[in-house]
């Protein structure tokens, strides 16, 4: 009988369990964030898929005295966005020095797509080639059958050489033809500001094409993929679409913000209404991050107040916008992703994730929270 008692007892008790929902896992912006090796995640200046039931998180390796790339694209896998496993790399360095992806080279705010006609996933990052600092300004792509890779580089270049901005008509390709670069040398004078507007730089850069550093990609529904860089010396934005396999870029692009110098965009979509978040140029230091909406991913943009709410909302809470994830399966969803840089312990550089809220306007706010977790969205 007593036997029995325990037995019944036990079936229970395991039943319990099972039934009993984990608790879900706090996000910690700022903290280590151990994978399943215990080891911090490295994979910054990143961005985050879903696909088949699982999140993909693609990033730079970060090494603990070098931003330069040693290792190359990491790539964690999770199936709840706390529980990360390291998949190993995705797309790996080189060892032929004579390759644009050697060892040593600068790969940054790598990001990865699912195409669904090809179904390849496609990986753009930017480029800066060994031993030349951050000059070349070169957008790399890489491609793989499967998400965790191994991703098969392809080619790097700049951007749309020879190709003028799809809403720049004949008179103003004139005038810009007719810029003379001498007369702006000084910048950031009202003159000057008109060139860059103009396309001083876009002129300059047109035979090799145009530069191409931060950078992110956005798949709208109508499944076009759109490729989002800082380019004219980081001072203007280029939305360039890409082709229907996400391998090259069309030659259709818009410039956004001629001499706003943005850096690191991220975007998402939501209720019709483009919305981008990019930060200033101030290197591996925080600055306040930026705002922009657009009613098509080809503007015209609007620029709207700092989106950040709370302590250090001034430096984006020491961090740097690297992407948006929406969340599926939950409405209005978004997770705004950042890196706090270590510049002097690269590894040690630190995320943040914070859900994005929305005022009665529409108008998203991102504020600081020390902690939450993934019910935050189910609770609005
Ligand atoms: C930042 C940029 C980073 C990296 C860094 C190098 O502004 O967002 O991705 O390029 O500069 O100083």
């Known amino acids: 009988m007593k036997k029995l008692l325990q037995f019944t007892l036990m079936a229970l008790l395991v039943g319990l369990f099972s039934c009993a929902k984990e608790p879900l896992k706090p996000i910690l912006s700022g903290e280590i964030w151990p994978d399943n090796e215990g080891v911090h995640v490295n994979a910054h200046g990143g961005g985050v898929i879903y696909h088949d039931g699982t999140y993909y998180w693609f990033g730079e390796h970060k090494s603990p005295n070098t931003s330069s790339a040693l290792v190359g694209v990491m790539c964690y896998s999770s199936k709840n966005l706390t529980d990360w496993t390291n998949m190993g790399v995705a797309l790996a360095v080189e060892e032929d020095e004579s ?51 191994p991703y098969k580089f392809i080619r790097s270049g700049r951007v749309n050489p020879g190709i003028a901005p799809y809403d720049m008509d004949e008179q103003a390709q004139a005038e810009m033809a007719a810029l003379d670069a001498k007369k702006y040398e000084k910048w950031w004078t009202p003159e000057w500001y008109e060139a860059i507007d103009k396309g001083l730089l876009l002129k300059r850069d047109m035979p ?17 993929a759109y490729h989002i ?57 925080p600055n306040e991050a930026r705002m922009h909406s657009a009613p098509s991913i080809m503007g015209p943009w609007t620029k709207h107040p700092n989106p950040c709410v709370g302590p250090k909302a001034e430096i984006t809470f020491g961090g740097q916008s690297t992407y948006i994830l929406k969340v599926p399966g939950k409405k209005d969803a978004f997770i705004f992703m950042a890196d706090i840089w270590r510049p002097k312990h690269p590894i040690d550089a630190r995320y ?27 609770q609005k």
Not at 208 to 224: H, I, P
């Open 229 to 285: 860089f800082s380019s004219e010396e980081n001072l203007t934005l280029h939305i360039a679409e890409l082709s229907d396999d996400y391998l090259s870029h069309t030659g259709k692009y818009a410039r956004m913000a001629p001499a706003g110098h943005n850096e690191a965009p991220a975007i998402f979509k939501k209720d019709g209404t483009y919305w981008m978040i990019t930060s200033g140029c101030t290197g591996w230091d």
């Open 99 to 149: 390759s644009d992806i050697v060892r040593g080279s600068i790969i940054e705010r790598p990001k990865v797509i699912y195409n669904e006609k090809t179904k390849k996933f496609v990986m753009w990052f930017h480029l800066e080639l060994k031993g030349k600092g951050y000059s070349a300004a070169r957008a790399g792509v890489a491609v793989s059958d499967k998400p965790e890779g």
């Open 208 to 224: 090799g094409g145009q530069m191409s550093r931060d950078m992110t990609l956005y798949v709208d529904d109508d499944g076009k």
């Open 352 to 378: 943040i994730w914070l859900p994005i809220q929305f005022k009665e306007d529409g108008t998203p706010v991102v504020e600081w929270m020390d902690s939450w977790t993934l019910d935050w969205f189910d």
